[in-house]
């Protein structure tokens, strides 16, 4: 049965109150539009949404593909598309300059085409002092909506077309959670789920508890439906995705914790693997350390922000634990999960960061040996506490820094990686590889690359693959017997 069917859809009568029902009401009316156009146009109308930022924004892409297929787009190249999308992310300054340059790219390309639209999202669109500037210096852009609103997305469409002007919809925050709407995965055979959204954490220099509002926790019998559904449809990865899921369910009515949730979502028959970020040190329970040591389908990955080595940069950052008491986190995990990797996010350069302080994160560095670390130069967010910290650190200091940092981090990554070479282990493929189309590319539990001779139609099987050679960050393999 048809979404339309299903929600009895008569465009005759007023929108339904319902959400769901009601984005279902405007899809179906944005349909229509998109259907005129595109008879005006003489040719199919098609979109492109380019994403920036984390693994929440690539979902919430998806989401918006999902629509964007349903009313009738045709996907296709950012420099060709009539619709182009930026899913923006704020979480450091460049980010948000990278959009302003690729939308005065942008305004040429709409002014020779008179069907085209742009829409901008996400979380740089939360801050009001960017909605100013658009309105002020970019009003050639058609929609902008939030990270609250996503779900809107065809509603908004339609006031596109009904007004002919800019349409603005921005939330501060919501409570709402709405389920059960469209979407277009990326991949046919993993998917990401989201299982919370927003963050209460507010780290000091960290913007994303504005942007992205207070913590809220689905529903675990929605969230179990969701994976259930996907599995009947070939995904057998999942990726639980919240900015601190070890703090999932605190807030829910019938509070569960998140080791409870992965509990049950392993019993899901079908379901292969589970992955999940992002954790925060400071809620990672002993009850979730136990079912990863004991659980078959839990990935042996955990992704820990460290940011950084010194308990006094942590303590000025509002992180909650000690450089002390990471370490012995990071002991007990591996005393229990012993092949578990670990990947962390450092962040260099934070204000008042000493050369003693720096030398304590290099220190975590060499004892922790993690798999990879993504290293960061600290960007400073207006309307954060640490923005108006004294001792900012000065730009070249900060570079030395990060330089020293990133070096030691890939030599060791390099060394740790090398550890399976000779194994043979279990690779989900994902891919073609983009540089040799006789291999494909797959991954293993611990989220490291393989790459091996074969073709697209391995895509989505598991194989057994002998890893032959280590290359830094990925291995060469090939099939085991
Ligand atoms: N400057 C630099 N890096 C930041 N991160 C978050 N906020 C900032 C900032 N203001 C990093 C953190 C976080 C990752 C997603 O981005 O390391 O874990
Ligand atoms: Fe993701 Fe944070 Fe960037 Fe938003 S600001 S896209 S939540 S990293």
Redesign the pocket.
């Known amino acids: 049965m048809s979404d339309h069917m299903k929600y009895n859809i008569d465009l005759m009568q007023t929108p339904p109150e319902e959400d769901t029902a009601r984005q279902y009401y405007y899809i179906e009316k944005a349909k229509k539009y998109v259907q005129k156009e595109s008879e005006e146009a003489g040719r199919p109308l098609t979109a492109c949404i380019t994403t920036f930022g ?1 693994q929440m924004n690539a979902r919430d892409s998806e989401k918006l593909r999902g629509i964007l297929l349903d009313i009738g787009y045709m996907e296709a190249p950012e420099d060709e598309a009539d619709f182009v999308i930026f899913n923006t992310c704020t ?3 460049n980010a948000n300059t990278r959009v302003y340059g690729r939308l005065g790219q942008l305004k040429p390309h709409k002014k020779k085409n008179s069907h085209m639209k742009i829409g901008l999202c996400g979380c740089m669109m939360q801050e009001p002092e960017v909605i100013e500037k658009l309105k002020k210096s970019y009003s050639f852009v058609d929609l902008v909506f939030g990270t609250h609103n996503i779900y809107k997305f065809a509603e908004l469409i339609c006031q596109r077309y009904e007004s002919g002007k800019m349409v603005v919809d921005i939330w501060k925050d919501t409570d709402k959670i709405v389920e059960d709407l469209p979407n277009k995965r990326k991949y046919s055979f993993k998917s990401g789920i989201n299982i919370m959204f927003g963050c209460n954490n507010f ?1 000091s ?4 508890p504005y942007v992205r509002g207070r913590e809220r926790s689905r529903k675990p019998e929605d969230i179990i439906r969701e994976i259930e559904r996907l599995v009947s449809d070939g995904v057998t990865e999942v990726m639980l995705l919240g900015q601190n899921v070890n703090s999932y369910g605190k807030t829910l009515d019938e509070p569960i914790s998140f080791a409870q949730l992965l509990q049950k979502i392993q019993k899901i028959e079908g379901l292969k693997r589970i992955r999940f970020m ?1 954790s925060h040190p400071k809620d990672l329970s002993d009850e979730l350390i136990d079912v990863m040591a004991t659980s078959k389908k839990i990935c042996k990955h955990l992704h820990l ?1 460290v ?1 950084s080595g010194s308990t006094e940069i942590l303590k000025k950052m509002n992180r909650h634990y000690t450089k002390e008491s990471y370490l012995e986190l990071v002991e007990k995990l591996r005393a229990k999960v012993p092949d578990i990797s670990l990947t ?4 260099v ?2 204000p008042g960061e000493t050369e003693e302080d720096f030398e304590e994160t290099l220190d975590v560095v060499r004892k922790v040996r993690y798999d990879s670390a ?1 290293t ?6 207006t309307g ?1 506490p ?1 923005a108006k910290m004294e001792n900012q650190v000065p730009a070249d200091v900060v570079k030395k820094r990060f330089d020293r940092l990133l070096h030691e981090v890939q030599s060791i990554a390099a060394e740790v990686c090398a550890v399976h070479e000779g194994t043979t282990q279990e690779v989900l493929i994902e891919s073609v590889s983009d540089h040799d189309s006789t291999m494909v590319t797959g991954r293993m539990s611990n989220n490291l690359l393989v790459h091996l001779k074969g073709e697209a139609s391995m895509i989505g099987s598991y194989v057994n693959a002998h890893l032959t050679e280590c290359k830094g960050f990925y291995y060469l393999g090939e099939l085991a017997e």
Do not use: L, M
């Open positions: 984390c979480v450091r300054e780290c220099y960290c913007i994303v992002t922000p940011q962390t996010d450092i962040i350069g934070f993504f960061f130069i600290y960007s400073k967010r954060t640490a």
